[in-house]
Structures are given as C-alpha cells and as structure tokens.
C-alpha cells in the first residue's frame, strides 16, 4: 500500500549529507517553507570534523598552517574551483552561520582563529582540520603533553591504543595504555552501543575507576570518540573532572560517533525549524518550467507530489547516488544535468593510486555560474532556481585538498542566500 | 515405630507422585503427544549425575549444586540407609568409627554449604539474572534440606556432650564400676571425649596424669573398638563447644532423644515432601533427559510432541530467560510474560487445571507468538526440558482455542519467488560500515547469549551468494523485525526484510 500526498514549498533540498542540511539550515532560518528528501544516513560517515583547506599547495607530507594564504594561491591557480566563485569573508561566513546553528542545537564547535589544528586520527596519525568539536579540541595539548595516556575497549573495531602508541611514542616521555574489557563473552563491541552505555552515570563512574590508577602520571588522555550522544561535551568534562586528567576524543573509523551528533543536531534543530523530511524518498521524476518545479518522491510507504519554486541539488557524488558511473560516461541522475568530466573512460584514473596529480574522475562534477547554478555546454544557466551544492561540483577534489566541509558549506550558503535574494526581488 | 513410620512415608510419597502425574495428565488431550518412543540413556545419565549442561552453563551454580548432591547422596546410601548398606559391605561399620564419622561431617558440611550457598546466590546475586529475579520458589526446599543436616549435626553434637549416653554405654559394654577406674575413664571422656559431666572431676582431683593413663588404658579395652577420637567429627565437636554452657539442662532433658526425633520426623517430611516441591525435579530430570530434542523439522512431520510432567523438571533457575533472543524486547516493552520463566510459570498453572481468564490466555498467546524459535531456552535448560518444543505445542493449543486475538491483519501471505534476495543489485549500495549492527537491539543484548552473526555479515554472505548459508545463522532467527536497521541504512538496502524473507525461506523448505 502507498499512500499518496501533495506538498506545495518554497524550496527543496535533495540530498541529506553535509550540504543539504547546511542548505535546509539557511532556508529555513531564512524562514522560507523547506523541503527535504534524502537519507540523513550518509552522515554516519561524517568525522564530525570541519575542514576548509587542509592541504594546499598539493606536496605530499605537508600540512596547510594558515588557511588565508593556501586560499589565495588556490583562487589564483585554480580558477574552475567552487572556492574561486566567492570571497574569503564569504567563505568564513557560511562556517560561522553552521556553528552558530549546531552551537544553538547543543554542539558546540572550538573558535579557529583562521588556523588549521592538526587532530590525531585512531591510525596514529595527524590529520589538518578547521573546526574541530570541544570534545576533540584539547588534542592541540599533544605538542605540551609528556605523559599520554590512550584508552581503548576491547572489541572495539578500528581503535586500537597499542598501535596509536607505537606511531607516536617518540613525540612523548611515556605513552601508557589502558585497554578495559567490558564484557568477557561478545568479542565485538559497537561504537553506537558504546556511546550509549557513556550516557549512564554509573558506567562513567565505573570508567573513572579504571583510568584513576593512571592519573597521577599522566597529564593528558585520549580515548575513542565514543562519550556520549547527546550531550558529549558535558560527559566529557564530567569524566574529567571525577578523573583530574583532561581529556580529548580521537574520530575514529565509520560509523562515526561525532558524525551521529552532527546528524543528531542537525535534525533537532531543523525539526524546530519545521524543515519537513522526507526520509529515504528518491525523486522519480521531475519537471519544470519558467514558474517552478514539480517532483515526484517516493519513499516505502509514501508517494510525493512537491510543486516548488526552487531546488537545491545537493545528492552527493556516486556513494550517495547523485552521480551514476555508466560504462562510457558519468551521468547526473535526477535531472540529467550536464557533467564535467575527461573525454573517454581511460582517463578517469591514472594507474598508480597515490598518483601526484590525483585522478581526473574526482574533478568531474557539475558546472555552475558564480551563485552555484548549474550550467550546460554555452554557460548558460538550465533553471534561475536550481543550485547545486556539494561533492556534486566539478573541479572540486575535495579528498585530497581536504576541503569537503568548506565547499558544501559555502555552496549550500551561498545558493540559499541567492534564491532567497532573487525571491524577494520578484515579489513571490 | 520407625519402620511404619518409613513406610508410611514412602506410600505418601508414591500416592503423590502418582497424584501428579495424574494432575498433568488430566489436561493432556489439549497436548501433543510424542509419536513413537526413542529413548536417549547416555544424556539422561550423565546430565543426572554430573550436571553436564549445568557445567556448561554456569559454574557457580554448578559447584554449589553438586555440593549438595554429592553430599547428599553419600548421606542417603551411607547414612540414612546404613542398615541395608554401610552394615553390609563393611564388616567394621560404626557410626562412630573413622572413616564413617569423619565422611558424615565432611558430607554434611558440604550440603549445608551448598544450601548455604543458593540462599546466598538467591538474596545477593540480582546481576547474574538481570532484573528478571523471581519469587523465592525454591527456599522451602532449600531449608528443609539445611534443617535436617543441621538438626543431624545438631544431634551428634548433644550426644558428644550427654552424661547419661555415657553411662548407659558404660553399663552396656564396659565392665567397670566406681572401684575398677570409673573415674578414671570419666575423666580420660571429659578430657578427650567432650563428655560434659555434672560434677566435672577434672577441676577436682588429686593425681590427675595418673587418672588419664588409667583412663587411656581402660578406653583402649572398651571403648575404643566403636569410638574414634572425636576431633574427626569437627562439625558437631565445634558445636559440641557452643553447647557446653547449656550442657546441664541438654543434659538432664534428654534433648538427644527430642532431637533423634526431630531428625527422623524432617527425613521422613522431606520424603513426603518429594513430588509437592521443588524436590520433584530430581526424579523428573532423568526422564526430561531421555527425551531426544526435536527440532522444527520434527514438529512439521507431527512427530514432535510434549510431555506435560516434564515441566515439574523446572528448578525456576531462569538461566533460559538470560539467553533468551526475545529478551530486549521485554527490555523495551517490560512485558514480563514474553520470558520462557514466566510463559513456564502460566502453562504451569494451565496444565495444572487452574483457571486462567481470557485476558492472561490471550496474552500468554500473544508472547508467545514473539519466540523466535532460535533454540537457546532448551540448549541451555539444565534440566534437559524439551522448551523449544513446549512453546510451539502452547502456540498450537492456543491457537485451538480459538481465543480470537490474531492481529487485524492477518497473515501477510509470502511469495514462493523471493523478490528481494535473488537481485545481486539489492547490495550494490553495500559498504560493509557497521550501521546496521550499531543500531541493532538484537547485537547490542547480545554479550550474554551468544549471537553467531551481524546483520552486515548477513548482507555480505547474500552479496557472495551464499544464501543457505545466510539462512542458517543463529541472527535470521535472532531477529526482532524492528526495522532499526533498514531506516538507518545510508545504502537504502532493505535489511530487515531481507531478514524476514530469509527466516520464512527456512520455514519452507
């Protein structure tokens, strides 16, 4: 049985990653009625880090210090790069309007002071990154730190303390480890379910017992970011304090807890916002004209007709569905847009994997205009109200410049921002 | 006196066994009678014995189980039943003899401890059973037990300490009187014996070293032969050393006799008591053991039957609720009937004939439709109860009964052609990421009852193709279709229903 519904809004987002909430959050501050379709899943796979340019100019083995600096040189060498369509102010700006909303929902993000911090990763090593949560902020202790203390779980996948304190030993007089069993028969143990168990008072307090012993020879500990839920900074200081020792979370491997908060907050807050959320809903079919868009969303038990005046693109890349790899060439797959990208199927990938350059297939994307309007073969735009934001952008190679939160951000800011503009200028 | 007494209790107890059987029997055209008899002795006998599947179930229960039982069990044949046996293997036999006196206080020790040790696990060990602890079923059986080894220590001590016992004795086997070394004896029993005399000849006498060896010496010719020293009955001697203040009054009062009395009237109580509580399990464990377990292949031939009686096997251990698969649902719902311990306690009441009102039935029927059948409940039962094949016999005779709560839905009628799994397409989408198995309630109670596979492991099975094998992990049967997993899938792959499709596949074939 599906049922049927009509929905008429202002503005639809598609896609419900990074970008497409960043974009539901401006719309519906801006107090436009927001529709949104996707699946908020893929944010498990978030590290709940927010990273603006962490590598620029492209060396191995090298780390951006200042983010100004790496953004003036990319504008100058890159001009296709979504970063080159808006200025720096602009591009702090869409950073400071996602703060500003998560830190109103209950998770709150440590100032930058326009300066990459290098945050310690579950493989032992250090990864540049802009915004970081208070609950990992303290990692930029590890320089001062002489007495370090890694906690684990046993059963716990891809965390594990030994081998973190093997990679970074030589940076610290001591590096001990504290590895706690909590059950003696399961020999795997979830994030999620782990995270839970930090909500109890007593499992902290039982937690506590155990790290107590260390803390007079410690001065600072990392522990797996798995503290909590909901109110993780809170538990965090609430351990610190029982304990004496600070604390910090190392991101670890999906799923991500710190992704889950970000994934948490975001719904909370777009939920206040009455956002409406189609949840899993794909797009059918659509069709527009010059007045606006109609879709057709379905989801299992819900079929959607949405009548819009503008949409925003942000279905991600080929994980997320909004690219689709065929044999010849990469398609968009909701409105067929056209697509950026090498000639012929060869030259998607250079043969060696860490290849210098990268590969050609991750600058392939959509093409836009300065406000993120997609563009077809002459730079003409398809529709005055449809943007795309995201991974979806061409010349984009987010993975290696380390750039993916900034440029969802910027894009989906930006594009809200001038919908809303051109909305108001037409009187609708 | 004693032998009509015995007898009487044996015929009690035989007419209530029978009376039992009888109970169970009159409700059973409502059960599914076993077709066809098979018989497996080796279980039944090692598992009576031994407690194999309590070992591996728990070992503190089965330490302390088989303190008693062992302990127990040396009592009856050696003790309780001296005159058929002990008497007749061992020419010398003695109560009061090594090694008989010592075994006795060795053994008793061991039951009052093992008894000693269900009270405590019953009051003090809330964590091991959760939040699910009952009512406290087994403790009239329990104390009976511990009242009748203590008032057995109990008596020895008195007799250790009774002037009177001594004289008699001393009348019967010992030729002296006051002029051939009484005194001397006394003093030498005082001493070494712990006999407590009224007027004490220790404090008293002159030549006290010369007494002890004329004593010695007289107790070696008389006495020795029947008693040992004393020191190896150190249960009852260290009591013997509490009574003393009261000595006089035990003393004068004959409690030896009142005693003797009391410990008979409780043997012959426990006899009586043996198929109205809790002891009945122990006569009912070997015949729960004989059954072989059917399986669900059985069933569908309508070979697989239940036995009523051999619910009375039930210790209320509750060990089949702490593995049981539906456990996080009365997690979330605190339905306490969903639990094998608690549908065991309602069919218990239904067999037994007691009335049950429309309301407790047609729940008992609709938790009962949340087993899983994944097996664990009989796996682990110690008592060897066929579980598994009770709450499909309950689902069945519900269901006659026509108690007309089925949901308003109905049946969902499934397509022989599955149509989600054969598609190779439908785990396209599929990274390996975990999600699902963090969201899963099923994996996340699973630290106790063991649970073989993830739903992730399962999508990758299907993605190699190897469906049958899919469908045969403990986690298709495990699964409580809360569809957590499907909504969070960021692959938008439907796992719970791949799950159901694949546990229906293996009802089919």
Redesign the interface.
């Known amino acids: 049985m599906i049922d049927k519904q009509n929905i008429t809004c202002d503005i639809v987002i598609i896609g419900a990653g990074f970008a497409g909430m960043a974009a539901a959050a401006r719309a519906s501050q801006l107090g436009l009625k927001t529709v949104m379709a996707g699946n908020s899943s893929q944010l498990y796979f978030a590290s709940g880090l927010f990273d603006l340019l962490g590598v620029y100019p492209l060396v191995p083995g090298t780390i951006l210090k200042t983010v100004e600096t790496g953004l003036n040189l990319l504008k100058e060498q890159s001009p296709g790069h979504p970063y080159s369509k808006a200025s720096i102010k602009e591009i702090l700006q869409s950073f400071d309007f996602i703060t500003h909303f998560l830190q109103t929902a209950g998770l709150s993000y440590a100032p930058s002071n326009g300066k990459n911090t290098s945050v310690l990763t579950s493989a032992g090593t250090f990864k540049p990154s802009f915004l970081i949560p208070e609950t990992i902020k303290k990692c930029n202790l590890l320089r001062k730190s002489r007495n370090l203390l890694i906690m684990d779980f046993k059963g716990l996948k891809g965390f594990n303390a030994k081998q973190m304190a093997a990679m970074i030993e030589n940076r610290h007089d001591t590096v001990d480890i504290l590895r706690i069993e909590l059950f003696q028969h399961s020999h795997v143990l979830s994030p999620m379910h782990l995270a839970a168990m930090f909500e109890s008072s007593n499992f902290l307090k039982k937690i506590a017992k155990k790290i107590l012993p260390f803390a007079d020879k410690t001065d600072l500990m990392g522990m797996p970011a798995v503290c909590g839920i909901n109110n993780s900074f809170e538990i965090l200081t609430k351990l610190e304090k029982i304990t004496g020792i600070k604390i910090f979370e190392i991101p670890m491997m999906p799923p991500s807890i710190p992704g889950l908060r970000l994934k948490n907050a975001f719904e909370k807050q777009l939920a206040k916002n009455r956002v409406q959320f189609l949840s899993q809903a794909k797009i059918k079919s659509q069709e527009f004209n010059n007045d606006g868009f109609i879709l057709n969303a379905v989801n299992q038990n819900m079929e959607t007709r949405i009548k819009t005046q503008g949409i925003i693109l942000a279905s991600g890349r080929f994980q997320g569905g909004g690219l689709h790899a065929k044999r010849g060439k990469v398609i968009e797959t909701i409105f067929n847009l056209p697509v950026y990208q090498p000639e012929n199927r060869n030259l998607w990938h250079n043969i060696n994997f860490f290849e210098k350059q990268g590969h050609m297939i991750n600058g392939a994307g959509i093409e836009t205009d300065n406000v993120f309007r997609p563009v077809d073969r002459n730079n003409s735009i398809i529709h005055k109200n449809l943007y795309a934001a995201g991974t979806i952008l061409a010349h984009n190679d987010w993975i290696r410049l380390k750039s993916g939160s900034g440029v969802s951000a910027l894009s989906a800011y930006t594009a809200v921002n001038d919908f809303y503009a051109n909305s108001i200028k037409t009187g609708a | 006196m004693f032998y009509p007494a015995l007898y009487a209790s044996l015929l009690f107890a035989a007419a209530g066994f029978l009376f039992q059987i009888y109970r169970f029997n009159r409700t059973n055209k409502l059960w599914q009678k076993q077709k066809g008899f098979k018989f497996n002795f080796a279980p039944a006998f090692f598992n009576t014995l031994f407690q194999t599947k309590l070992f591996k179930a728990s070992k503190t229960r089965w330490i302390i189980h088989s303190l008693v039982l062992s302990g127990f069990i040396y009592l009856l044949f050696f003790h309780a039943l001296a005159d058929l046996i002990s008497v007749k293997i061992f020419a010398y036999y003695q109560p009061t003899v090594d090694p008989f006196q010592f075994l006795r206080n060795v053994t008793g020790f061991m039951v009052a401890m093992g008894c000693f040790g269900f009270l405590l696990k019953k009051f003090f060990n809330v964590r091991s059973t959760r939040n699910i602890r009952g009512k406290y079923q087994n403790l009239f059986s329990i104390l009976l037990i511990f009242s009748l080894i203590f008032s057995g220590f109990m008596l020895e001590a008195v007799k250790i300490i009774s002037e009177p016992l001594f004289m008699e004795m001393v009348e019967d086997y010992a030729g002296v009187d006051e002029d051939s070394g009484l005194d001397d004896l006394k003093i030498y029993w005082e001493k070494n014996y712990s006999v407590v005399f009224q007027n004490s000849l220790i404090s008293s006498y002159q030549s006290l070293e010369e007494a002890l060896e004329e004593g010695k010496i007289l107790n070696e010719e008389y006495c020795l032969d029947c008693h040992s020293n004393i020191s190896s009955a150190f249960v009852s001697k260290a009591l013997a050393g509490y009574l003393k203040k009261t000595a006089q009054f035990l003393n004068s009062s004959r409690a030896d006799n009142l005693l003797y009395h009391i410990h008979y009237l409780l043997s012959f109580l426990m006899l009586i008591c043996l198929p109205f509580s809790r002891l009945f399990h122990i006569l009912l464990i070997p015949f729960a053991n004989l059954k072989p377990k059917s399986d669900i292949q059985d069933f569908q031939k309508q070979k697989m039957g239940f036995h009523p009686v051999t619910l009375d096997a039930c210790t209320g251990c509750m060990l089949c609720s702490q593995v049981c698969s539906v456990y996080p649902n009365f997690v979330v719902t605190q339905n306490i009937e969903v639990l094998p311990h608690a549908k065991i306690r309602s069919t218990r009441k239904m067999m037994l004939g007691r009335h049950l009102d429309l309301k407790e039935l047609s729940s008992l029927q609709l938790s009962n439709k949340e087993c899983t059948t994944c097996n664990n409940c009989t796996n682990i039962c110690p008592s060897g109860i066929d579980l598994q094949a009770l709450w499909i016999t309950l689902s069945k005779t519900l269901d006659n009964m026509d108690l007309k709560t089925t949901p308003a839905h109905g049946n969902i009628p499934f397509k022989k052609e599955y149509d989600i799994i054969p598609g190779s397409e439908s785990f396209d989408n599929c990274?390996q990421?975990?999600?699902c198995?963090?969201?899963c309630p099923v994996?996340?109670y699973?630290?106790?009852s063991?649970n073989d596979m993830?739903p992730q492991q399962i999508m990758n099975l299907l993605r190699l193709g190897k469906k049958q094998m899919a469908a045969q992990t403990q986690m298709v049967q495990n699964c409580l279709t809360c569809y957590s997993c499907q909504?969070?899938?960021?692959g938008?792959i439907k796992v719970t229903d791949i799950i159901i499709e694949l546990r229906q596949a293996v009802t089919e074939c």
């Open positions: 990274v990421c975990t999600i198995t963090n969201v994996i996340e699973s630290s106790k063991e993830t909504e969070s899938c960021p938008e």
